[in-house]
């Protein structure tokens, strides 16, 4: 079962300085920390920020020609955990057809912040994230988990990296 989430915040891991974004279930309290690249990161920032760059990046490009051929995306799907790496599918829809298509959770992420399409994780996803922070061995992840956990709103406030 998918459970719809939301962009909850964007933000530096602060033991290993890789950028993470933080999902949250927009029923409940469930979050899910994704660890994500610099350029990646850098691409759902500036969505989130809504800022202007004076040449199209990678996934306004991607945007323009979904729209180009008229093509829709209905939702992306964080849709697996697998040796702790994520897995996402974006589904477009061309002529009614649906089509899925294989991405990386932030490449998905940067494109339905842009197009404003749903975010969805699976419910496995969920639970296997929680299952991978409670039986680490470092007490690293463990320092990290509490830290998300205590996270206030204004702890995330404007997505600052």
């Known amino acids: 079962m998918e459970v719809e989430m939301k962009i909850r915040g964007l933000m530096m891991d602060p ?3 890789t950028p993470i974004v933080v999902l949250k279930d927009v029923n409940g309290t469930a979050i899910l920390p994704i660890w994500v690249g610099i350029f990646e990161a850098n691409a759902i920032a500036l969505e989130i920020e809504k800022v202007a760059t004076p040449r199209p990046m990678t996934h306004d490009l991607i945007r323009q020609v979904l729209f180009g051929l008229n093509t829709g995306m209905r939702k992306v799907v964080v849709s697996e955990l697998k040796d702790d790496t994520f897995y ?3 589904w477009l ?13 932030s490449d998905a992420l940067a494109l339905a912040l842009r197009l404003d399409c749903p975010i ?3 419910e496995a996803v969920i639970r296997g994230a929680k299952v991978n922070n409670a039986s680490a061995e470092k007490v690293n992840n463990e320092e990290l988990r509490r ?3 205590s996270l206030s709103d204004e702890d995330l406030g404007r997505y600052k990296m």
Do not use: Q
């Not at 829809?93 to 959770?105: A, F, M, Q, W, Y």
């Open 15 to 17: 033991v290993t300085n």
């Open 120 to 122: 969805y994780v699976e």
């Open 93 to 105: 829809e061309k002529d009614g057809e649906l089509i899925s298509v294989d991405s990386r959770p």
């Open 147 to 149: 830290w998300l956990e």
């Open 88 to 90: 996402a599918v974006i």
